[in-house]
């Protein structure tokens, strides 16, 4: 074990450790392996020479953000500790998915949805849940395609419950496909984005990528193939467990959702919820979680979700 002090010079100390010491304890319970501990204005450091780079890394960050705004807070702490997290991905896992349409590579960006690409390596079905814009259906996309084209599995089947989100389907013109495909866009952009025009067209005709509605599963066996139900917070308990049960043999499963994005009717229990609560714990079934700190959209994109999640933390019980 590797010890290493670091000297505050110039710094007000409650400024810069926080009340009751609270910014130093982010980051030691960023690091439980190590032992970090402040004494005056000297920060001891005990643990592997590795980690004890990367935490002498973050308190040096600090140290200059305090400097130049003259205050730190837990926030900012957790914004560095983020950054050196992101670094270690970007440095440990540089494994690209696949390469797009237009040459640029798809790998996950943050640690989350490299732990969804790892839940996905180890199990045959996962359930990745967070807000909009974290990427789990776009990185569960790359995940179909790529087996897909490395012959893992002989087609992909992608599926959302045809849930009228505060919308009247009967109202809407064409058939069924052509009333349902507005909710299926985001699962053609995400394609467009990774297969050529032609070829996808050529998978979609040949039955190679089947994008359809939930109730379209029923009474199927699916094998050999890599499926992917998206918007899942929107099934009910029957739907998910008739959708579970459909698993083959050499089949792989995603199951994406939001469970604060529910457009259910106010009794309706989702199934979602459901199938997390009854399958946690199950070998074989993975779980990822994924946050705020996962959203690869616009920047506002967090700060409107961290927002509402506030507001409906303190809004009182109906």
Request: no cysteine.
């Amino acid at each position: 074990m590797v010890e290493k002090i670091i000297t505050l010079e110039n710094i007000s100390l409650p400024e810069f450790l926080g009340v009751e010491n609270r910014n130093i304890q982010e980051v030691a319970a960023a690091f439980p392996k190590s032992k970090i501990i402040s004494r005056g204005n000297e920060i001891r450091i005990k643990g592997s020479a590795p980690e004890i780079l990367k935490i002498n890394d973050i308190l040096n960050s600090l140290v200059q953000h305090y400097h130049k705004y003259g205050k730190i807070t837990e926030e900012n702490v957790q914004t560095y500790l983020q950054q050196e997290k992101q670094a270690v991905l970007e440095h440990s896992t540089d494994e690209t998915l696949i390469y797009g349409t237009r040459g640029f590579s798809i790998k996950p960006k943050t640690p989350n949805q490299q732990k969804l690409v790892d839940a996905v390596f180890d199990n045959d079905l996962v359930f990745a849940v967070g807000p909009a814009g974290t990427g789990k259906t776009y990185i569960s996309v790359a995940l179909a395609v790529r087996a897909l084209k490395n012959k893992y599995v002989k087609k992909i089947i992608i599926t959302r419950p045809a849930v009228e989100a505060g919308e009247n389907l009967g109202f809407l013109p064409g058939d069924l496909k052509e009333k349902i495909d507005p909710y299926l866009r985001p699962i053609y952009d995400a394609l467009q984005d990774m297969i050529p025009a032609e070829k996808l067209k050529f998978y979609q005709e040949n039955g190679i990528i089947e994008i359809a509605p939930l109730a379209y599963m029923r009474g199927r066996t699916l094998q050999n193939a890599y499926i992917l139900l998206d918007e899942a917070q929107n099934t009910t308990p029957m739907q998910l467990k008739m959708f579970l049960t459909r698993m083959g043999p050499n089949s792989k499963v995603i199951i994406t959702g939001d469970i604060s994005q529910i457009d259910l009717p106010r009794r309706q229990k989702s199934g979602l919820i459901e199938s997390v609560r009854i399958l946690n714990g199950i070998e074989g079934i993975g779980f990822v979680e994924l946050d705020g700190s996962d959203v690869v959209r616009h920047k506002l994109v967090r700060k409107i979700i961290e927002a509402y999640d506030k507001a409906e933390a303190e809004e009182p019980p109906r």
